[in-house]
């Protein structure tokens, strides 16, 4: 369930908010036994407290995860839009690279692949603008923010990656030059 995992790495202290409760205002902090015991004479990480409802709203969100399979399904609909848009690196020469892992993926707009020199930001206002005209709403990112953020939700279908993608190709076609 976590990135940290395909990595070998035992985190001290893992801290998740938003998703956790799918619209549901809550977040969590997991930690050692160890460094809890050194929070516990103050209170440092409390904004509303724990309450039973919010245990609640967790607990259902992560049976929904379990019971529909969504963590399956986010590694199989991103490794295909990994994929697909992975070729728009031979496609398109303003896509620099596409990276990422299951749902998170990045789109890297370059001027130039060789330097990786980022594309002029009037230039990818106007991408950014058409990709919300044609109905696709990404993020922004990077340093110069030339990358395009997909964090499509969890229960995503393959028929609408593959639409996403459609509309990607079709704004991007229109930029490329």
């Not at 902090?29 to 309450?51: D, M, R, Y």
């Not at 049976?63 to 590694?75: D, F, G, M, P, R």
């Amino acid at each position: 369930m976590w990135h940290f995992e395909d990595h070998g790495v035992i985190p001290d202290i893992v801290t998740m908010a938003k998703s956790i409760g799918n619209g549901f205002p809550m977040a969590a902090v997991i930690t050692t036994p160890e460094i809890a015991k050194s929070l516990s004479a103050v209170n440092h990480i409390n904004t509303f407290g724990g309450n039973p409802m919010a245990g609640a709203v967790g607990l259902a969100v992560l049976e929904v995860i379990e019971e529909e399979k969504l963590q399956q399904n986010a590694k199989k609909v991103g490794t295909h839009l990994l994929t697909e848009l992975g070729k728009f690196r031979s496609e398109f020469r303003m896509v620099g690279d596409v990276r990422g892992k299951g749902l998170m993926i990045g789109i890297e707009l370059v001027d130039n692949r060789e330097t990786r020199h980022q594309l002029p930001l009037d230039k990818i206002n106007n991408i950014f603008e058409d990709l919300k005209e044609a109905g696709l709403l990404v993020g922004r990112g990077g340093y110069f923010g030339n990358c395009f953020r997909l964090t499509p939700p969890l229960c995503i279908k393959m028929e609408d990656a593959d639409m996403a993608l459609d509309k990607f190709r079709q704004v991007f076609s229109r930029h490329d030059a």
